[in-house]
């Protein structure tokens, strides 16, 4: 069974650019998750998607991040403008269905912003 | 919301000797509580989780103990290998693990040859 895929797997990025990341889940994964990791820190929730919907979206700074995930399956998370504390490793995890169901992550994409 | 303390941030231990990771959580509604290896590089790995409904669990030469009343749960590994070296988290989530996870802080586990 094919993982969690993510990618670019690294960028760097000057202050004010925007940038894009692209998740795609495990196959038949209904519910999908974006965290933020800074260097030395556990992995903060950002938002959670059941199928196309939000479920929790509270720790998502929405003045400058957005995310989507068109027909509930691949997704994308989006930075605009950013700034030099957004620098982190952004995973993406999903897992089969709502309740109950471990969460599997992918490798992350690690951004550096100048 | 939910806040979840992780404790010690670093652990050196001797090959085969056992480790000890300690977790303490705030919500009372939580009820499912993973715990995740990382390496250099790498997203974090399921290794054990536990319900509420569960005291503890054993895999191998993995087990996690849990105390709902004060709140807490453990990591213990024994036999410790080379390849134990990670950094670990705890996590906690609530509704069954449905929600999104409250994430330690993480312990970096060094095993000394």
């Known amino acids: 069974e094919a993982g969690v895929a993510q990618s670019p797997r690294y960028k760097i990025i000057e202050k004010r650019q925007s940038v894009a990341f692209w998740c795609n889940p495990i196959?038949?994964?209904?519910?999908l998750y974006w965290y933020q990791q800074i260097l030395g820190q556990g992995p903060k929730l950002l938002i959670q998607?059941?199928?196309?919907?939000?479920?929790?979206d509270s720790q998502l700074p929405k003045d400058r991040f957005s995310a989507e995930r068109l027909k509930g399956v691949d997704s994308t998370l989006k930075i605009q403008p950013a700034k030099l504390e957004d620098s982190a490793v952004y995973l993406c995890?999903?897992?089969?269905?709502?309740?109950?169901?471990?969460?599997?992550f992918g490798p992350g994409t690690r951004l550096l912003v100048l | 919301g939910e806040n979840v303390e992780q404790h010690p941030s670093t652990l050196s231990v001797q090959e085969g000797d056992s480790a000890v990771i300690k977790c303490t959580y705030s919500?009372?509604?939580?009820?499912?509580f993973p715990w995740y290896k990382q390496e250099l590089g790498k997203g974090p790995q399921l290794i054990i989780d536990?319900?509420?409904?569960?005291g503890e669990k054993k895999d191998q030469r993995i087990a996690v103990t849990l105390n709902k009343t004060a709140k807490h749960f453990s990591l213990h590994i024994t036999e410790t290998q080379p390849e134990d070296s990670a950094v670990y988290f705890c996590?906690?989530?609530?509704?069954?693990?449905?929600?999104?996870?409250?994430f330690g802080k993480g312990t970096h586990l060094i095993i000394q040859p």
């Open positions: 995890a999903s897992s089969p269905v709502g309740a109950g169901e471990t969460q599997y």
């Open positions: 998607f059941q199928n196309n919907g939000v479920v929790d």
């Open positions: 196959s038949g994964h209904a519910t």
């Open positions: 919500d009372s509604a939580s009820n499912y």
């Open positions: 996590a906690a989530s609530g509704r069954g693990g449905a929600d999104g996870l409250t």
């Open positions: 536990i319900r509420s409904n569960v």
